[in-house]
C-alpha cells in the first residue's frame, strides 16, 4: 500500500448521508458520502482503492471546501 489517501469536500455543503465505514475495503470510485448543497446530491467517490481509515464528518455536518471528509489507508 501507498501512502493514505485524504478525500476532501470540493465546495461548501451538508453531510446528507454516509454510504460507507471505517475498515470497509473501497474501490476508486465507490461513493463514501452524499453531500448535498442547492437541492442537489454530490456523491464523494474514493479517488484510490483500499481500506477506509478515518471517516472525519458525520450525517449533518457542514463542510467547507477543502474540508477532510475521509481518509483511504
Known amino acids: 500500500m501507498g501512502m493514505a489517501d485524504e478525500v476532501r469536500a470540493e465546495m461548501v455543503a451538508n453531510v446528507w448521508k454516509i454510504t460507507t465505514q471505517v475498515g470497509a475495503e ?11 448543497s442547492m437541492k442537489m446530491e454530490i ?6 482503492e483500499g ?11 457542514v463542510v467547507q471546501e477543502g474540508d477532510l471528509i475521509a481518509v483511504i489507508g
Do not use: K, W
Request: charged residues 20%.
Open 51 to 61: 481500506t477506509v481509515s478515518q471517516i472525519a464528518v458525520h450525517e449533518g455536518d
Open 43 to 48: 456523491p464523494v467517490v474514493a479517488e484510490s
Open 26 to 36: 473501497v474501490n476508486e470510485g465507490d461513493t463514501l458520502v452524499i453531500l448535498e
